[in-house]
């Protein structure tokens, strides 16, 4: 079995109305980055993952999640 990172990142975004740019803006790192993060391309460092979740005020494991995958 495989693990990944999924995440709500996009859900949270879109719910109070920001963009990718100004999220990225947000937590310091750029759209690109978003992105990739939104579509299950990269997984974030822990310190992203907890700026991410600090910025939303919402506990980091309600953000992203372990998948396994077979």
């Known amino acids: 079995m495989?693990?990944?990172?999924?995440n709500e990142v996009?859900?949270?975004?879109?719910e109070i109305g920001l963009t990718q740019e100004d999220?990225?803006?947000k937590v310091n790192?750029?759209?690109q980055t978003?992105?990739?993060l939104e579509k299950g391309n990269y997984?974030?460092?822990?310190l992203l993952a907890l700026k991410i979740a600090g910025f939303f005020k919402i506990?980091?494991?309600k953000i992203f999640k372990i998948a396994y995958e077979k």
């Open 2 to 6: 495989q693990e990944k990172i999924q």
């Open 10 to 14: 996009s859900k949270y975004r879109v």
């Open 59 to 61: 506990p980091v494991e």
């Open 23 to 25: 999220l990225a803006s």
């Open 34 to 36: 978003i992105i990739a």
């Open 29 to 31: 790192v750029s759209r």
């Open 43 to 46: 997984t974030p460092s822990i």
